[in-house]
């Protein structure tokens, strides 16, 4: 399958110079390029020129991520992607796993944006706004503050104040799904085909502002504990989903912990260090549940 035939579809997918410059002549021509919709274990789900369809993925392969890959079999029949390669990602969002210090989770691979998804009825926890933008920034995405339930909210003042003192001139957007308000200021962020990524708590209200976005009830929405309204982990797995209108969004599981990835670092040779472990490769299936 030639590349030029694929690319138009591609396009609409994200795809750029950045990531066509990657490949070699024979790649071209012979491989299928992919978009990896929702990495699970076995198969996933990538999207192509054909549309979605199941993929053999190499491990460490986040959402988002650019597949080239061979069709098994016949390709219009069997729909099945052989993943030889996952191409040099333009941005990363990762985590170190929630469960040890030497896993990277790829929270989601060439966003373009980040919406820190927050609460304005659940008690704010400003340390972990201010790791979810560090992290961002890291990977090289643009980050947002996307204040949700505004129309449950009655100390509205208050909490954008707070949330300004660590914001650092991060724009912050105050909406609420209920009433309609402050959403249309959100589609700027998915123009030319753009990825945004969701990041926050459980019961934030990500998946609610997904079904918005992609007009559809696709992603299970759950009610909070009336106790503290705290979510129930309602999405399990991170999933692209393709909006109407173009671009996309990625709504992912609630974070209890975001623990800043570090490379671990490179061992310089000197007579007393020891052959250093490589890292285990991420663990993509790890959540926090
Ligand atoms: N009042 C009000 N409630 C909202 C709004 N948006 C979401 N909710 C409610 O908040 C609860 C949690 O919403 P979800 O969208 O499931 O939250 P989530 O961030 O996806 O949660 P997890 O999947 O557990 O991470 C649901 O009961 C929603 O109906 C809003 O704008 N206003
Ligand atoms: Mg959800």
């Known amino acids: 399958v030639s590349l030029e035939l694929q690319e138009p579809k591609l396009y609409k997918m994200g795809w750029d110079e950045f ?9 071209r021509t012979d491989f299928v390029i992919a978009r990896v919709v929702e990495p699970l274990r076995g198969l996933s789900r990538v ?12 491990d460490g392969v986040g959402v988002g991520d650019w597949v080239l890959g061979t069709p098994r079999g016949a390709f219009e ?20 796993a929630p469960s040890g210090k030497r896993f990277e989770q790829i929270l989601c691979a060439n966003a373009d944006a980040a919406f820190i998804v927050v609460a304005m009825t659940q008690a704010l926890h400003l340390p972990g706004i201010e790791r979810a933008l560090e992290a961002a920034t890291i ?9 949700t339930k505004a129309d449950a909210c009655d100390n509205s003042d208050e909490v954008l104040s707070e949330v300004n003192s660590v914001a650092g001139g991060t724009p912050i957007h ?12 959100l589609s700027g962020y998915f123009g030319m085909d753009r990825l945004v990524v969701l990041l ?15 007009e559809t009830d696709a992603q299970l929405v759950s009610g909070t504990r009336e106790r503290d309204e705290k979510g129930r982990h309602t999405t399990t797995a991170r999933r692209l989903h393709f909006l109407p ?10 974070i209890r912990e975001l623990q800043l990835w570090k490379e671990p670092e ?24």
């Open 174 to 185: 105050t909406v609420s799904v209920t009433n309609g308000t402050g959403l249309d200021e």
């Open 47 to 58: 999207a192509c020129a054909l549309g979605e369809i199941w993929a053999e993925c190499p």
């Open 266 to 289: 490179t061992p310089t040779k000197t007579k007393e260090t020891k052959k250093a472990r490589a890292p285990r490769r991420s663990s993509r299936f790890e959540e926090d549940g």
């Open 19 to 27: 990531f066509r410059a990657q490949l070699s002549e024979d790649e």
């Open 77 to 96: 029949k069997e729909k099945r992607l052989s993943v030889e390669r996952i191409l040099d990602r333009k941005t990363k969002l990762s985590r170190t």
């Open 200 to 214: 926050g708590a459980s019961g934030a209200g990500k998946s609610t502002l997904t079904n918005y976005f992609i």
């Open 245 to 254: 209108g173009g671009g996309m969004i990625v709504d992912s599981p609630g």
């Open 139 to 147: 990977g090289g995405i643009l980050p947002a503050i996307v204040l």
